[in-house]
């Protein structure tokens, strides 16, 4: 079954070419039956090649189709590596991945044909490409794959395409992944040299040869592509802007898929960023300093979907410190939850947004909870699992993040608990202030509050039980031994890792004391936020630091003055000196030049027959001067 | 008429022949009196005659270094320096030809323009 790993691909791109070439001629649920059942497909062959990789004593696979680059030493052939890390992700994303295309149809139904089929023929594209990224077996591989689901969340984010800002906020997106992927390119060239070859096994077997500041070197830019995908300081800021495309778009790519990304990249990588010791500490600050940014401003956002913005950079930020930490499987695991829960969230904000006919401000709503009970479920259930309280499944793999950031340095744990306790308190806000008290919009809106159809709540409850059970399959040793299922799938892509690091072993009653601590915070907070915000929900305008907090910490103005207005500037110089006066003057001054030589050559043809004698005695005369006096 | 018999007249007399020089410098004074003709006379036949002179300045030349030849090398052969003569009568001959078609194109253009003027021949500015 994994030699037909090919065809895990192969439907979402055939899907995409059937909605896209013939988007005009298809009807609307033809064009959904297509895109779903592509992708349920991918998933079906996913869930098969699971099974296989899952039997004991299986060899990672690395199956290439044929050769994408070959000059001289450099040989790059298009191949597939299948093992757990890739099968892994594989179900992630065609997992949730068909869960949402099924939920597009239903919230989509309102476009016309077209641009119905057009929407999912992007969708197809992304999850192809997001599966070229994580069966890649060499870097170029991948980095084919990460272009492409840039390629996508830009074309996703300007979907509705006639409104300005939106296109903008597209662009930001594509510009800033850009940014990174320069990173990502350089680390590439570099590795290619330093080894000469990019394939992973050959680089991970060459790697520990290698002097340790050639690897710092090409990890902390492998790094840098990283924090553009997925969304890490500095170059986060184009995260939030992209809720500007449509809900489902942002459970996909930016909750579930396209931001974990760079998490896999790196664990993938694990051995290098292990032999690096300075590059995981930098990934884990930033990725702590990420988590904490990102919460505080979540706290005060009054959009729905920004709140979700926010709080998907934080749990990123959460997963990058697990990764700097050393926790390989935590960092995973919690990729797998995260992707379970905010999807959840997402879809359910969607859900919001359609009930309401397209309102996002928390402040407008209130009261859902009888109107909307399956979503409000949900929805509770998704943030009971982000804020971490066992038994879900969001507890598990923050704890396991957590413990693994302990035992690195206490005190990564307390800012990384002092984040959660942040993460439970503007969840339950959000919930509070959406779902509790009274309804706040208009009579005309209060009249047409009704459920979302199936095609809505189906993949609701599907991402609901997954989100409360997810967390089983990682069940820490202090539990019970050898119960951490997920560990022992994963360990043969971490073990190189786990050998070189120095094992910090914490006795169990630190253990328990840390899950006690970091849960009861959680609880504290989430207890405090419920009863507050549905007493008296947050309604005005955030003042004095709740300011400074709404308006992101004033970063986007940083930027807009140290980087774009210098770079507008100089693009202005560009065009009007250089471009204008001295390459178009140029240009055009050759022309002129022309023009006026063959003016004054037309007058040799006077058509006076004295005239051209004397052209022909002249030029005689110059040959004869050549002749005797020039060539002596 | 009487002339008196200096000794640079006797010493002339004595020689073989003119030297070379003179004949050149006539050429070459006839060929350039002919080019100045040409370029600057406004008479069709008039340039004609010119160009009449720029051939026979240099049918004089080709004489005189025939005669230049044949005296340098008459011991050993008494033909040497035949040639130069030989090539004025094909210039003759060209010559010949070649006025009898200009005159018959003057004779056309006088008919069509009633003058032989080759300033009013400028239809070829067009």
Redesign the interface.
């Known amino acids: 079954m994994t030699k037909l790993v090919y065809l895990v691909p192969l439907f979402p791109l055939i899907g995409f070419l059937i909605n896209g070439l013939f988007r005009k001629n298809l009807s609307k649920s033809l064009t959904g039956i297509i895109g779903c059942s592509v992708i349920l497909a991918s998933f079906v062959v996913s869930l098969l090649i699971f099974f296989d990789v899952k039997k004991e004593g299986f060899e990672p696979a690395v199956i290439s189709f044929f050769d994408f680059i070959h000059t001289g030493k450099l040989n790059i052939p298009f191949a597939f590596q299948v093992d757990q890390l890739s099968v892994l992700f594989m179900l992630i994303i065609t997992g949730v991945g068909f869960l949402i295309h099924l939920y597009s149809t239903a919230y989509m139904h309102g476009e016309e044909s077209q641009h119905f089929a057009r929407y999912f023929s992007y969708l197809n594209l992304f999850v192809f490409s997001m599966l070229l990224l994580v069966l890649g077996a060499n870097y170029v591989i991948m980095f084919i794959g990460w272009e492409g689901v840039g390629l996508c969340s830009y074309l996703l984010i300007g979907y509705w395409f006639k409104n300005i800002d939106y296109d903008n906020a597209a662009r930001k997106a594509f510009i800033m992944n850009r940014i990174g992927d320069l990173g990502f390119l350089i680390a590439v060239f570099w590795m290619s040299s330093q080894f000469g070859s990019v394939s992973f096994g050959e680089v991970f077997a060459r790697a520990p040869a290698t002097s340790t500041a050639v690897l710092t070197g090409i990890t902390l830019l492998l790094f840098v592509g990283a924090t553009g995908k997925s969304a890490q300081i500095p170059l986060y800021t184009w995260l939030p802007d992209a809720m500007a495309g449509p809900t489902p778009v942002s459970a996909l790519i930016h909750a579930a898929t396209m931001v974990t990304a760079g998490i896999y990249m790196v664990a993938r990588s694990n051995i290098l960023y292990t032999l690096a010791p300075v590059s995981q500490t930098v990934v884990a600050v930033i990725g702590l300093a990420t988590a904490i940014l990102a919460a505080t401003i979540a706290i005060k956002q009054n959009d729905i979907k920004k709140v979700l913005a926010y709080s998907t950079v934080s749990q990123l930020g959460y997963m990058f410190l697990g990764l700097g930490v050393g926790a390989y499987t935590g960092a995973v695991f919690h990729v797998m939850t995260h992707a379970f829960f905010k999807a959840l969230l997402f879809l359910g904000a969607g859900s919001v947004i359609h009930a309401i006919h397209n309102e996002q401000d928390i402040r407008k709503m209130g009261g859902l909870k009888k109107y909307l009970p399956i979503t409000h479920i949900t929805f509770l259930l998704a943030c009971f699992a982000i804020a971490g309280i066992p038994p879900f499944s969001g507890f598990f793999s923050k704890d396991e993040i957590l413990t693994a950031a302990y035992s690195k340095n206490p005190v990564y744990y307390f800012i990384g608990v002092a984040g959660a306790m942040m993460t439970a308190f503007y969840m339950f806000r959000l919930y509070a202030t959406t779902f509790l008290g009274r309804f706040r919009g208009t009579e005309e809106q209060e009249k047409h509050l009704h459920e979302s159809p199936a095609a809505i709540t189906i993949p609701l409850i599907i991402l609901a039980v997954l989100a409360v059970i997810g967390g089983f399959v990682g069940i820490p040793a202090v539990f019970a031994p050898n119960a951490h299922a997920l560990e022992h799938f994963l360990s043969p892509v971490f073990a190189d890792s786990v050998k070189i690091q120095e094992a910090h072993e914490i006795p169990a009653s630190t253990e328990w004391m840390l899950m006690l601590v970091s849960a009861g915070l959680a609880l504290i907070a989430v207890i405090y936020a419920w009863s507050r915000f549905s007493k008296k929900p947050e309604l005005g305008e955030p003042q004095g630091f709740g300011k400074i907090l709404s308006n992101k910490w004033y970063v986007d103005e940083l930027y807009d003055a140290i980087i774009i207005k210098p770079v507008n500037a100089l693009a202005k110089f560009l065009n009007n000196v250089v471009e204008k006066s001295i390459i178009d003057w140029a240009v055009n001054g050759v022309g002129r030049m022309i023009q006026y030589g063959s003016r004054q050559i037309r007058l040799l043809?006077?058509?006076?027959?004295?005239g051209y004698?004397?052209l022909m005695?002249l030029g005689i005369v110059i040959l004869f001067i050549i002749q005797l006096v020039l060539k002596k | 008429m009487k002339i008196k018999i200096t000794p640079a007249i006797r010493a002339e007399t004595k020689r073989e022949s003119m030297p070379v020089n003179y004949y050149i410098f006539l050429a070459i004074a006839l060929f350039c009196i002919g080019v100045a003709g040409v370029l600057t006379r406004r008479n069709a036949i008039i340039i004609f005659m010119c160009i009449e002179l720029m051939l026979n300045a240099v049918n004089l030349l080709l004489v005189a270094f025939s005669k230049m030849h044949h005296l340098a090398l008459k011991a050993t052969n008494p033909n040497a320096g035949i040639e130069g003569q030989l090539f004025v009568f094909f210039i003759m001959v060209v010559a010949a030809a070649e006025v009898s078609v200009g005159l018959a194109i003057i004779a056309m253009m006088y008919r069509n323009t009633h003058s032989v003027d080759v300033n009013f021949l400028n239809r070829l500015k067009h």
């Not at chain 1, 043809?605 to 004295?610: E, F």
Request: overall charge neutral; hydrophobic content about 45%; proline content about 0%.
């Open positions: 043809q006077s058509g006076q027959v004295g004698v004397l005695v």
